[in-house]
């Protein structure tokens, strides 16, 4: 263990190992009880989450089915995503041709659900984590998926796939600290809603969150992918603030009234259904708000809730 705590690689591995002990539900619940009280696992919870994931497959020995029967979707579903990282390790970079029928018995059962979307995203991820986090050569796996949605769904894992290497023992060469939009400015057309939906992430980091410079960045952008980068936004502000619904409001305030601040708000309240997997806290975050957009804010709520179950 290092001096001042263990490290990110440390902590993973010491979640993972419970899985071959007492099983993927035994690892989720110890991080569960330990995000409350010790700051390294809050901050490096979705990885520790994809640990486990893919322990559950190469230690619990799971097939896809009965891992996705064990998991939880705490810290934004990144057991699931560690899940088809494993699961893609295993068919190696020779099997990825195989890759459309991988989530085919999901979906003929559970067609967009909330299980299916973290299979096919989870994709992404998958290979990203074969691929050595190669960017260009992972959209090009995804494009083998046969659906639009399937494939934008993929192409959303493999961009937070990029967003989150950018630890020391887990790295992309697709951030740029002098270009805080790319790779989407250099992606082609095809990719662009599914890169800036992730982007706002590192434009944040890279602007030491300041919300108000990355709306103008965002304003800076192609026109078709302005909004999608808003909402980008939105989800950010959420993130920041779980539990603080009017600080997620404060941020979302920072931009122009219009599309700015509408597709913030509507970026915020998905993510809160998305990270509650309840709709409580995104009609509280609405109803913050007057007029037409607290309508609009409460029915992209309720659709987005009924659309991921």
Excluded at 116 to 134: A, K, S
Excluded at 263 to 272: F, N, P, Q
Aim: charged share 20%.
């Amino acid at each position: 263990m290092a001096e001042n705590g263990p490290s990110a690689a440390e902590m993973e591995y010491a979640y993972a190992s419970m899985v071959k002990e007492g099983g993927a539900g035994a690892a989720i619940d110890a991080v569960k009880g330990d995000y409350g009280r010790k700051r390294a696992v809050k901050e490096g919870c979705h990885q520790i989450m994809h640990a486990i994931g893919r322990a559950a497959v190469w230690d619990g020995k799971s097939n896809l089915s009965a891992a996705f029967a064990d998991g939880d979707s705490f810290c934004w579903s990144g057991y699931y995503h560690g899940v088809m990282e494993g699961l893609l390790y295993e068919m190696g970079s020779t099997g990825l041709g195989s890759i459309t029928t991988v989530c085919s018995g999901i979906g003929a059962v559970e067609n967009y659900s909330f299980n299916y979307y973290n299979c096919v995203h989870g994709l992404g991820h998958g290979v990203m984590y074969v691929n050595g986090n190669e960017l260009f050569i992972s959209l090009e796996a995804c494009r083998a998926l046969g659906g639009w949605w399937e494939r934008e769904s993929c192409y959303g894992g493999v961009f937070m796939e990029n967003i989150i290497s950018t630890g020391k023992y887990h790295q992309t060469d697709y951030l740029k600290e002098d270009d805080l939009l790319y790779p989407c400015d250099a992606v082609d057309a095809e990719y662009k809603y599914a890169c800036y939906l992730m982007q706002a992430s590192w434009m944040l980091r890279g602007t030491g969150g300041d919300f108000g410079k990355v709306f103008a960045l965002c304003r800076g952008i192609e026109p078709e992918f302005r909004t999608t980068c808003f909402q980008s936004l939105g989800r950010e502000a959420s993130g920041y603030n779980y539990g603080h619904p009017s600080w997620a409001k404060r941020l979302c305030l920072l931009g122009k009234k219009g599309e700015e601040q509408e597709y913030c708000i509507i970026g915020a309240a998905m993510d809160m259904v998305s990270y509650y997997h309840s709709t409580d806290e995104a009609m509280e975050f609405c109803a913050l708000f007057r007029g037409n957009i607290s309508e609009e804010c409460g029915k992209v709520v309720g659709f987005y809730a009924t659309y991921g179950s």
